[in-house]
């Protein structure tokens, strides 16, 4: 069998810059760029500051419709957040996942992180917990959101993330059944993720003494089945930082990305001395190997300044980087 490696890496330019600090965050359009700003401006309040001020500023923002309120509704309609805080120094870390009714996510994250000894709070519960914390409760739905919830209804429910149920969840929208034939795993399902209906923001920051910190923000994959948790939120999946390594943050088909932990895949291998963009690149073949439709990217940063992205299913990856006055948007090929 071919190493998937070693047909990547030709496709990938070494990407690198020697100047801290850093942030990079996986995509390019006018939000993440924003919030790559947000959180370089934000960098003299530390980098956890940082990192939850860019996170916060795509849930404002709605980045792609994919992060924040109003978004990815699930199959009852309900939009439900994750976030992730991951900081390299103490392996600190907070998270929420299946959030409901609160739309600050990375925050409520920091808030795990800060006011509990816990990593992850999940559901009803993260609201729970939030709302003692002093955030607001409030729908995250929109009429945006509630149109696509509707047009997927009269559309009998299509796509859907069933399988082996009855009636068929290719032509219904339920309710379903568990049937006793078990047939094998389609991943023809995996054509429909592109970066408007199952996506995330993830963030790397690396400040000026070479600290590094990462995490993610997203609402989820649309018409999930309610009660689901992406990578997102999963350590060592949506992001990953080492002290005196680096980070790393993914985005794309989190049901597949958390299997193989390619954040925590990538600091590993950058710690052994591979490079960003070998390490993304790695981490992406494991996944192919296996996964031959899948679509997600990797971002990975060094402490060192140097930085390099990976993907595949897309044509292209863009992502945003700030090491200076001027946010850039740079490119890998898939």
């Known amino acids: ?154 559309d009998k429910c299509q796509p859907n993330f069933r399988k082996n149920v009855h009636p068929n969840p290719s032509d219904s929208c339920g309710p379903y059944t568990p049937i006793e034939a078990m047939q094998e795993e389609d991943d023809s399902w995996q054509n429909r993720i592109d970066r408007f209906n199952h996506d995330t923001i993830g963030m ?26 992406g990578d997102s939120a999963a350590p060592g999946s949506g992001a990953y930082a080492m002290a005196g390594v680096g980070g790393a943050a993914a985005t794309g088909d989190g049901d597949v990305m958390m299997r193989f932990l390619p954040s925590y895949h990538s600091v590993l291998l950058l710690s052994s001395g591979v490079s960003p963009s070998a390490a993304a690149a790695d981490s992406i073949g494991r996944i192919l190997a296996v996964y031959p439709r899948f679509m997600g990217a990797v971002v990975v940063a060094s402490v060192n300044g140097s930085y390099g992205a990976a993907c595949t299913g897309l044509s292209s990856f863009s992502f945003s980087v700030q090491s200076d006055s001027r946010t850039k948007v740079e490119s890998v090929l898939c």
């Open 204 to 229: 790397v920051i690396v400040d000026e003494k070479g600290e590094v910190s990462a995490g993610t923000s997203t609402n989820g994959a649309t018409h999930k089945v309610p009660g689901r948790m």
């Open 1 to 154: 069998m071919l190493n998937p490696l070693s047909i990547l890496i030709p496709l990938l330019p070494l990407i690198s810059s020697s100047q801290l600090p850093l942030v990079i965050t996986t995509w390019a359009s006018d939000g993440f760029q924003q919030a790559t700003r947000n959180a370089f401006s934000s960098l003299s309040g530390g980098r956890l500051h940082a990192l939850v001020e860019g996170l916060s500023t795509c849930e404002r923002l709605q980045c792609d419709t994919t992060v924040g309120y109003g978004g990815s509704p699930d199959e009852k309609g309900e939009t439900r957040l994750d976030a992730l805080l991951v900081d390299g120094p103490g392996m600190r870390m907070g998270g929420v996942a299946g959030m409901r009714r609160v739309k600050d996510a990375a925050r409520v994250a920091w808030a795990v992180m800060n006011y509990t000894r816990h990593t992850l709070i999940v559901g009803e519960a993260a609201t729970d917990f939030a709302v003692e914390m002093g955030f607001k409760q409030e729908s995250l739905s929109t009429n945006e959101s509630e149109e696509v919830t509707k047009k997927w209804k009269e």
